[in-house]
């Protein structure tokens, strides 16, 4: 009964790692993970959940704000280790020429995570250039390890570089690839066009699920070009 709707849901389709093992119990999305860490502090307060994880080894796979959020919920849990993979090299701690003022600065950086983890275990927490090949189980279908392999500078396995991991708990935080189908589907919405509308007159889309995982500053202004799209076509409704 609406004459426009905005589709503005995100990107929150996580991305996966199919490799084998992947259907063992014990391999969860990162998004998944926190939003049951916080229902549980919600419903139950910090002391509940303090213990959730005591003894587990938890590895997650993926950096960005998403796996530093799972590092310090699985500390918080009690976790007995816990310990990050990044395919990626190590950024360098400071600027290089090739990364000039006023650019973004691609340099290292540690997230609280981090620092809670390396303090409350006095270990390496991080490890970069690594790649995850598969998840080993147990007989009944849970999750013991991890094999994974060193790569170089271009992703390709490093020989003799494989290693296996203990692991209870692995947590996929390498983002997100889009939005859900879902809403798209029911509304019809085949094609999006640069400028929000769709193959349904009546609906535009805006945001990360126009453009896929972004910055909020994008999100803000696509909001408002995606309003002032509508506020055209109503317009032109009315003097029609």
């Given at each position: 009964?609406?004459?426009?709707?905005?589709?503005?849901?995100?990107?929150?389709?996580?991305?996966?790692?199919?490799?084998?093992?992947?259907?063992?119990?014990?391999?969860?999305?990162?998004?998944?993970?926190?939003?049951?860490?916080?229902?549980?502090?919600?419903?139950?307060?910090?002391a509940a959940?303090?213990?959730?994880?005591?003894?587990?080894?938890?590895?997650?796979?993926?950096?960005?704000?998403?796996?530093?959020?799972?590092?310090?919920?699985?500390?918080?849990?009690?976790?007995?280790?816990?310990?990050?993979?990044?395919?990626?090299?190590?950024?360098?701690?400071?600027?290089?020429?090739?990364?000039?003022?006023?650019?973004?600065?691609?340099?290292?950086?540690?997230g609280y995570?981090?620092?809670?983890?390396?303090?409350?275990?006095?270990?390496?927490?991080?490890?970069?250039?690594?790649?995850?090949?598969?998840f080993i189980?147990?007989?009944?279908?849970?999750?013991?390890?991890?094999?994974?392999?060193?790569?170089?500078?271009?992703?390709?396995?490093?020989?003799?570089?494989?290693?296996?991991?203990?692991?209870?708990?692995?947590?996929?935080?390498?983002?997100?690839?889009?939005?859900?189908?879902?809403?798209?589907?029911?509304?019809?919405?085949?094609?999006?066009?640069?400028?929000?509308?769709?193959?349904?007159?009546?609906?535009?889309?805006?945001?990360?699920?126009?453009?896929?995982?972004?910055?909020?500053?994008?999100?803000?202004?696509?909001?408002?070009?995606?309003?002032?799209?509508?506020?055209?076509?109503?317009?032109?409704?009315?003097?029609?």
């Amino acid at each position: 009964q609406y004459d426009r709707v905005i589709l503005a849901t995100g990107a929150s389709v996580p991305r996966d790692l199919k490799i084998p093992g992947r259907e063992l119990t014990g391999v969860q999305f990162a998004v998944d993970y926190l939003t049951e860490a916080t229902k549980d502090v919600l419903k139950h307060g910090k002391a509940a959940t303090s213990k959730k994880l005591a003894g587990k080894h938890v590895v997650v796979i993926g950096g960005g704000d998403t796996g530093n959020d799972c590092i310090g919920s699985a500390i918080r849990q009690g976790a007995a280790s816990v310990r990050q993979l990044e395919i990626t090299p190590q950024l360098p701690l400071t600027r290089t020429d090739s990364n000039p003022w006023p650019e973004y600065p691609m340099t290292a950086r540690t997230g609280y995570g981090q620092e809670e983890a390396a303090e409350a275990l006095q270990t390496q927490v991080t490890y970069h250039g690594v790649s995850t090949t598969a998840f080993i189980g147990a007989e009944r279908g849970q999750l013991i390890a991890i094999e994974t392999v060193s790569v170089d500078q271009q992703f390709q396995p490093i020989p003799g570089t494989e290693q296996v991991i203990k692991a209870d708990l692995v947590l996929l935080a390498m983002g997100f690839i889009g939005a859900e189908t879902q809403l798209f589907d029911a509304f019809g919405v085949r094609e999006v066009y640069d400028d929000y509308t769709t193959n349904n007159e009546r609906v535009l889309v805006a945001g990360d699920a126009k453009r896929g995982p972004s910055l909020v500053i994008w999100g803000i202004r696509e909001g408002r070009l995606a309003a002032e799209k509508v506020d055209q076509a109503l317009r032109s409704l009315v003097y029609q």
